[in-house]
């Protein structure tokens, strides 16, 4: 039997100081048990000699010292796995809230995952075909990547992870595929949202969602990524399926992980934001990856919007020197309809040299990408002279470059919610725009490829 | 003083040393053989009492390791990239940092000199950075012949992988553990290169470790002792007479990753005062694909003044001279742009519109380099010193063309002038002298167009 604490001295924000206890260690999970008999969790986050600091995950409200008893369990927060997980819901703390039965797990993992040694992993190259032009020929993503989207409150970032999750595949067949969502203060509309689009594909019989909605505790945001990640491990690792993580919104995570800090009255760094969001964010998105000898991967793709659409915020900052990449948003185009409004210039994959080319895309693939991103930022740039000292500012050739870069906005970058280009298409289309420029002025792309592609004059 | 030789890898051969402090007179010694590294292969008797030497010994990784003398790095460290040993160029023994927000391009950079640099060791610091970073190194070396000896990269270099998941403390350890081996192997006799990614990561861990300590924080929550720390770090580098009397060299290249890419931010401020070189990467040009995105305008080398004399004597007096009219060239070209920016170019007479022109070619065949191309990765400095000398011919005949009359188009309209704006991709490191062809029909076309002008 374990002992029952009623030392509770003192209760700040999500926090309690439990004194005079023995045996207990650093990130142990405790039992909050009310007088009603109601049961809260925590979780110890630093020993003092014999006190210890608890964060309550369900939050302290109507919790009174004297009136709660604490037992510690001599485990940290754990998750319960079995194959059964995958189709159903949990929350934040891991329970399953979707009305069915309880999982009956065939082991129980640390939420925490341990750090992979970089000689077990293997490196990430398999190109996974999104249909998302901007993403699959310029911003390449591939297996067992962390690619972030950064986007702000009311962009469209929710309807284009769901178009990814729906659509992405890799171009070979027969693999086991699988989401796991994570939810993080995101509304009720918007976990809906989610919750329809998987249902609707069907692909809700293949995902593992975890939930933790804008009104449910702040504290327990901080587990919820953990436990959506050891449950893509066990599914990846363990049975060899390939997992799509989105968690969103990691703005949320951030702002709850502030909450702590602040009321443990830690030093802050920038924004208010404690010194070790690094470390903290790092300990989520290294988990993505490839481990030699398993046959599955996890692929990233974190949410989140950037408060104020600023980038060089502590959070998107801290997240772009993790990930690997990250694909922007654009309030601009979005205003002007353009959907997916994916700011090309910004945006960048930094495995996509890896996942490309002869034998996984095309041959022409980097040369077109190079050109396509070239010539899109030359358009721009001779728009906003034009701008500055009108159109006649302008030469014939810049005049091209600005048709092309509209062009390349409305065909390129624009394309339909439900509509799934492969990545022939999608090459085909930036052929068709690259047809726009002289072939002369295509100095990215190898000789021999513009024989082959380029489009002759009478089309 | 070395006592024993073992050949740790093809490339490398240990010179298993006297720790320092230990001196006397060599009372035992085991005959040649195998031993394990903790088998004791000789005995020194000195006013320390006996000592037994084994193929090890243990040093404090805190603490600087001892030399003779400290000397001025005065040769060049090739790194084979562009950018950097023609303009803002290392010398042996010297120290580098190398800031830029994320996604700038510091680690390419980092692995590129990994690879390319002429040091013998190379010690690379994951310190703080992805998991996958060090798996790339772990996969891609091994494969990668070094073009100096022929054997697999993976034969000269260490790899200290701290990812950022990993724990706090080794972190910041990370950073002692990787200086002192390339101590160590400078004290065997070598030219050690050390490579940090990132610098930054080692303050934030020792910021957290402070704060954990509850020591009073200075400047945006760091210790008071950063600057000192730092200092320490940089210290470490340098071109020395080992205490056997050998040269060797640890030179340090650390990249700073500011928050928000601000460089006001302590860690880049602290490090430009204890390092002589600058490499900063500006997000402008890393948004343009400008690969290195090493900003002529902002990056200094302390170096360029003592390294005239290396450059002569490797058959290339020209260097300074050259580097010094590019360099006043971009300068000409920066206060030309401004006024581009307010009036457009088409105000520019042609006379100085070529300097733009130039410089162009200069930012496009010269300065940037793709460190995932097999022509283009590396760079030796007969080719670099080549490739500029035409940018330069390229000038100087586009000018006394455009004095005669042609217009830039003309000059830009010339099929030589395509090619040079290939040329890096094209002109492979073993037919450099394809360079020299590419400056002959630079003439001859030039001369046509001069004399077709003159005609008129
Ligand atoms: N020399 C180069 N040639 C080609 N591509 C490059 C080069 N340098 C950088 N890149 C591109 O830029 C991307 C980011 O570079 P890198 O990973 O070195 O950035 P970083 O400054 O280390 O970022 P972080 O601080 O987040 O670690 C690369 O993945 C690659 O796509
Ligand atoms: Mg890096």
Redesign the pocket.
Known sequence: MRKEYLTVENIVGPLMLVQEVSGVSFAEIAEIILPDGGIRHGQVLEINEDKALVQVFEGTSGLTPGEVRVKFLGKGLQLGLSRDIVGRMFNGFGRVIDGGPPIIPEKYSDVNGVPINPEARDYPNEFIQTGISTIDVLNTLVRGQKLPIFSGSGLPHSRLAAQIARQAKVLKTGEQFAVVFAAMGITFEEAQFFMNEFEKTGALERAVLFINLANDPPIERIAVPRMALTAAEYLAYELGMHILVILTDMTNYCEALREISAARKEVPSRRGYPGYLYTDLSMIYERAGRIKGKSGSITQMPILTMPEDDKTHPIPDLT??????QILLSRMLHNEGIYPPVDVLPS??????KGIGKGKTREDHAGVMNQLYAAYAKGKAAKEIAVVLGESALTPLDIMYVKFSEQFEKEFIGQGEGENRDIIASLTIGWKLLGMLPATELKRVKQEFIDEYYPSKQL | MSIAVVQETLTIEHRVLVPPGISGTVTAVSPEGEYRVEDTIAVVSGEQGETRLSLFHRWPVRKGRPYRSKALPNSLLITGQRVIDTLFPIAKGGSVAVP?????????????LAKWCDAQVIIFIGCG??GN?MTDVLTEFPRIVDPRTGRPLMERTIMIANTSNMPVAAREASIYTGITMAEYYRDMGYHVAVMA??TSRWAEALRELSGRMEELPADEGFPSYLPTRLAEFYERAGMVETLGGREGSVSVIG?V?PPGGDFSEPVTQHSRRFVRGLWV?DRQL?NA?H???VSWLESYSEYVEDLGQWWESKGFPEWKSLRGEIMGLLQQENRLQQVVKLVGPDVLPDSQRIVLETCALFKNAFL??????PVD?FCPLEKQVKMLKLILLFHERGRRAIQKGATLVAVRGLTICRELMRMRQTVKNDEIEKLDRMAAELDRSMNELEARYERR
């Open positions: 772009g020197y993790i990930t690997e990449g960048l994959s930094r495995l996509k040299d | 830029g927000g994320f996604g700038t391009g510091k680690t390419i950079l980092q692995h590129a950075e992805r970073e990614d990132s990249s990753s990467l890393a694909r690969y290195p995105a940037q380099q793709d460190s995932f191309s990765m």
